[in-house]
């Protein structure tokens, strides 16, 4: 019996749920996570080497925030860096959300 999956894309990041190949009635659906590398950001600002915009918000608990824009922190939705290593797999120039404190 072949087996059928059901995905939602975005981003570049596919998530879907398959079912179980055990015959048993009481098997649960997988979850499998599929990330494609191409370009998060395929038109804004690619003159710039990298796309980092800055907001000034006066209630934060700390002086700066950075969250994740390329969907690939182990983080998130915190920043962790990981943009770098998909800039460089990509050619894209996506980079941080960073919130600083006023």
Do not use: Q
């Amino acid at each position: 019996m072949a087996s059928l999956s059901i995905c939602n894309v975005y981003a570049g990041i596919s998530y879907g749920i398959r079912p179980a190949s055990s015959g048993g009635a009481a098997a649960k659906p997988r979850r499998m996570v599929a990330v494609r590398a191409e370009a998060i950001n395929p038109d804004i600002r690619k003159t710039e080497d990298k796309v980092v915009d800055s907001v000034v918000v006066t209630e934060l608990a700390k002086p700066l925030t950075a969250y994740c824009r390329c969907w690939r922190s182990g983080t998130f939705p915190l920043c962790d860096g990981s943009h770098v290593k998909h800039n460089k797999a990509t050619g894209d120039n996506i980079g941080p959300l960073l919130l600083k404190n006023k």
